[in-house]
């Protein structure tokens, strides 16, 4: 599992933000594609929990983001 971990933060440290980007629309898809396959008798359940996963990590990415943009001294980023 630590193989596999390291080789997925090499491929993050090695990708741009639209490489980024599509991980994400892909990751969005997949999310949208199981949520089809929840029978409707059970979807308040998995909102219950889909919902507080969703804010305790997006609102950090969030806020760190922002810091990122908001710094006054941040220079162009070379590639």
Do not use: N
């Not at 491929?11 to 490489?19: E, V």
């Not at 898809?29 to 409707?40: H, I, S």
């Not at 806020?63 to 220079?75: M, T, V, Y």
């Amino acid at each position: 599992m630590k193989k596999l971990f390291a080789a997925a933060d090499r491929y993050i440290q090695r990708s741009d933000w639209k490489t980024i980007a599509v991980l994400k629309f892909c990751l969005l898809a997949l999310g949208v594609l199981a949520g089809m396959a929840v029978p409707a008798k059970h979807k308040k359940a998995v909102a219950a929990v889909a919902l507080p996963v969703f804010a305790v990590t997006y609102f950090p990415l969030l806020f760190s983001f922002a810091r990122e943009a908001l710094q006054k001294d941040a220079g162009p980023v070379d590639d």
